[in-house]
């Protein structure tokens, strides 16, 4: 009898445990988010981020994929083939790895970088930099962001890696809007991150920001990356 009352007792202990954790109630890991791509009021295009799970060097990481592809029509204008993948650190989001094949109208560039955090080292064709602190992709501080907001923080500060440039990124809560896509009708917040020193963190742009569902999925329904043309817009479609 004594032992019974005991597994009970770790068992109610237990419930109550993970009742009390704070739940991430949506997760985005494995899945695929599908969007559209506008330029001007104007069908642009389509592209995607997939997050997975998966390993490197035998270590368990999450693995982002990213592709953007603009319509024949825009092609005319500003021709975009690009493909990203990043591991990423699995805890914090933080950078492992990179590989970008970058097509953005006459601009063409394949890069690769490794970061070595045990020795703080961020290594490209074979040239060592000397790091002080995780950096991250301008794409995976799109999710970092994310996770921080679950713990209702609004302002944050990332260094981020992006084709060869480090930058320092404060990124802050600028307004809330009502945006409509053909995913649905959300209330969201708006977040802009900024380098420091006022250059672009992604080729050819000026500026980005990111709409995320104010809500308890806090889902990045839009995105807004500047080019040498205007700005795309990426509009979230889909979740497979």
Same mark, same amino acid.
């Given at each position: 009898m004594k032992y019974f009352k005991s597994i009970l007792i770790s068992i109610f202990t237990i419930f109550y445990l993970h009742a009390e954790e704070p739940i *991430?109630?949506?997760n985005v890991i494995n899945k695929k988010l599908n969007y559209q791509l506008e330029f001007k009021n104007i069908p642009a295009g389509h592209g995607y981020i997939l997050l997975k799970r998966d390993s490197l060097d035998n270590k368990l990481v999450v693995k982002l994929k990213s592709e953007i592809k603009t319509n024949r029509l825009i092609d005319y204008l500003y021709k975009i083939r690009n493909k990203i993948t990043i591991y990423m650190d699995e805890n914090d989001l933080s950078l492992i790895k990179v590989i970008n094949k970058i097509n953005e109208g006459n601009?063409?560039? *394949?890069?690769?970088a490794l970061v070595d955090i045990k020795n703080m080292k961020l290594i490209n064709n074979g040239d060592e930099k000397t790091i002080n602190q995780k950096i991250y992709s301008p794409l995976s501080i799109i999710f970092s962001i994310r996770e921080k907001l679950f713990n209702n923080e609004e302002n944050?500060?990332?260094?981020?890696?992006?084709n060869g440039k480090q930058r320092d990124i404060n990124i802050s809560l600028i307004g809330k809007e009502r945006i409509k896509t053909s995913f649905g009708e959300f209330n969201t917040?708006?977040?802009n991150p900024m380098s420091n020193d006022k250059q672009s963190i992604f080729k050819n742009s000026g500026d980005m920001k990111i709409w995320y569902t104010d809500d308890d999925k806090k889902l990045p329904i839009k995105i807004e990356i500047k080019i040498k043309y205007g700005s795309i817009m990426l509009l979230l479609d889909s979740i497979e």
């Amino acid at each position: 009898m004594k032992y019974f009352k005991s597994i009970l007792i770790s068992i109610f202990t237990i419930f109550y445990l993970h009742a009390e954790e704070p739940i *991430n109630i949506y997760n985005v890991i494995n899945k695929k988010l599908n969007y559209q791509l506008e330029f001007k009021n104007i069908p642009a295009g389509h592209g995607y981020i997939l997050l997975k799970r998966d390993s490197l060097d035998n270590k368990l990481v999450v693995k982002l994929k990213s592709e953007i592809k603009t319509n024949r029509l825009i092609d005319y204008l500003y021709k975009i083939r690009n493909k990203i993948t990043i591991y990423m650190d699995e805890n914090d989001l933080s950078l492992i790895k990179v590989i970008n094949k970058i097509n953005e109208g006459n601009y063409k560039k *394949n890069h690769q970088a490794l970061v070595d955090i045990k020795n703080m080292k961020l290594i490209n064709n074979g040239d060592e930099k000397t790091i002080n602190q995780k950096i991250y992709s301008p794409l995976s501080i799109i999710f970092s962001i994310r996770e921080k907001l679950f713990n209702n923080e609004e302002n944050f500060y990332y260094k981020t890696y992006s084709n060869g440039k480090q930058r320092d990124i404060n990124i802050s809560l600028i307004g809330k809007e009502r945006i409509k896509t053909s995913f649905g009708e959300f209330n969201t917040i708006i977040f802009n991150p900024m380098s420091n020193d006022k250059q672009s963190i992604f080729k050819n742009s000026g500026d980005m920001k990111i709409w995320y569902t104010d809500d308890d999925k806090k889902l990045p329904i839009k995105i807004e990356i500047k080019i040498k043309y205007g700005s795309i817009m990426l509009l979230l479609d889909s979740i497979e």
